[in-house]
């Protein structure tokens, strides 16, 4: 069964503590946090405060993405504000087996997330060192996107990659994940489903949620 990260971002924020207790009580395995700074994506979301606020109110994982510049500059920052996972774009770190490290070092998991543009061949010698990929199936900075169907053969050869490099890292897929394509993500190897828009626009999130546990 896959794990479901609900995104928080697709959420009320003006009724987040209800929403957070929907998660808790659902079936979701994860608290998926989209960190934008407006430089390296063309919007603004939250930062370290927020996620500190939904630290509190859950003991789920909290999967903290991302999208900034400079990320070490803000990774012992999002540690003590409660992050399990940290995840940061290949394309905005010119270090980023540093960067890994840097979020290892801090007790962390160590995710790296891809634009729908970047190969994954592109990862061949850092894979090792990671925990999770986050394959972005649209293009980074807002919600509700369209899922970009090349997604599909993307994660095959990722998965291809991961074995072949003896890997660890699990894969998870962020953006325009719906009850109609769940399955073919998974089927093609993704371990991770981030739903944001399906989960909360839902009539019965929690049902969504479980229906999405469910997928084969």
């Known amino acids: 069964m896959p794990i479901i990260a ?41 930062g370290p405060m927020f996620v500190e606020f939904f630290r509190k109110a859950t003991d789920k994982i909290c999967d903290v993405h991302l999208m900034i510049e400079e990320p070490e500059k803000y990774a012992e920052t999002f540690q003590k504000a409660g992050a399990d996972i940290l995840t940061v774009h290949y394309e905005a770190c010119r270090h980023l087996h540093r960067n890994l490290q840097q979020i290892k070092l801090l007790g962390m998991k160590a995710g790296i997330a891809i634009n729908p543009h970047t190969p994954v061949h592109m990862l061949e010698n850092i894979l090792p060192d990671a925990d999770l990929i986050c394959v972005m199936s649209v293009n980074p900075g807002f919600g509700g996107q369209k899922f970009i169907a090349a997604t599909i053969e993307k994660v095959k050869a990722l998965k291809s990659l991961i074995t072949a490099t003896h890997s660890k890292a699990l894969i998870e897929i962020d953006g325009g994940v719906t009850l109609d394509n769940a399955s073919a993500l998974v089927q093609a190897g993704a371990d991770v489903l981030v739903a944001g828009n399906t989960v909360f626009k839902s009539a019965n999130p929690a049902e969504t949620i479980r229906l999405l546990k469910q997928v084969k």
């Open 6 to 46: 609900p995104s928080l971002l697709s959420a009320n924020f003006l009724e987040l503590q209800k929403d957070c207790d929907l998660l808790n009580a659902s079936e979701a395995d994860w608290y998926h946090l989209d960190v934008m700074d407006g430089r390296f994506v063309p919007n603004i979301s939250f």
